[in-house]
Each structure stands twice: as C-alpha cells, then as structure tokens.
C-alpha cells in the first residue's frame, strides 16, 4: 500500500464530500486484485452534480501533483469512471449505482473510513 495510493484516495473523498456527494465508500482492494489499492463509490443527485463532484476531485488533485488521470465517461453521463492508477474513482447517478451494484462485486474488498487514510 502506497503512501501515494492513501492521498489520492484521501483528496478525492473530501472534494466529493466538498460537493456533497453522497453515500461515499473507500473500498481497499489491494489483497484481492492487482487493478488498483482503493476503490471510491460515490453517488450525485443529477448530471450536473455528478459533474460537479468529478471536476472538483480532478482540480483538487492535479494542485496535489497527480495528473495521470484517465477518465471514461463525459458530461452527459451517469457514470463518470477516473483512473488515478492507485485508485479508481466512480462517481454514479443513484440509478446507476443501484444497478451496477459495484459493492457487491468488490464486497471481498475491506471497507475503509476516511479517518483511516
């Protein structure tokens, strides 16, 4: 685990948090998959907070130094991807996120709180 992996995921909860993003999870998956050391789960009200939360979570970390960011999905969407390398973040109307149902699929995954970053 990286200290590198700990702040991304630490600056993308808080600027989620920052747009009122909810039901925000940080899932450690270091020891179970070689894809990535933190998963974070948000979900957005509308397209235009989803918007929001995603571009407020990429300014907050390219000031941090981390711009080696890949992102799937645009501005019309309800399922913003942005891949950090360390850690993945999905930020999903509560729709899609009901749907897709990501903690179920990484529910061998350890749940974190931010605290513990």
Not at 27 to 34: L, P
């Amino acid at each position: 685990m990286s200290e590198r992996a700990r702040e991304i995921a630490a600056i993308a909860y808080d600027a989620l948090d920052e747009k009122l993003g909810q039901d925000i999870e940080i899932i450690k998956i270091d020891e179970i998959s070689v894809i990535a050391d933190y998963l974070i789960i948000a979900s957005g009200n509308n397209v235009n907070q989803i918007n929001a939360m995603i571009d407020l979570v990429d300014e907050k970390l390219s000031q941090a130094g981390y711009t080696d960011c890949r992102i799937e999905g645009n501005k019309n969407s309800t399922w913003i991807l942005l891949d950090y390398g360390d850690v993945i973040i999905h930020v999903f109307s509560k729709e899609d996120r009901l749907f897709y149902d990501l903690e179920r699929i990484w529910r061998d995954g350890k749940n974190v709180e931010r605290s513990e970053l």
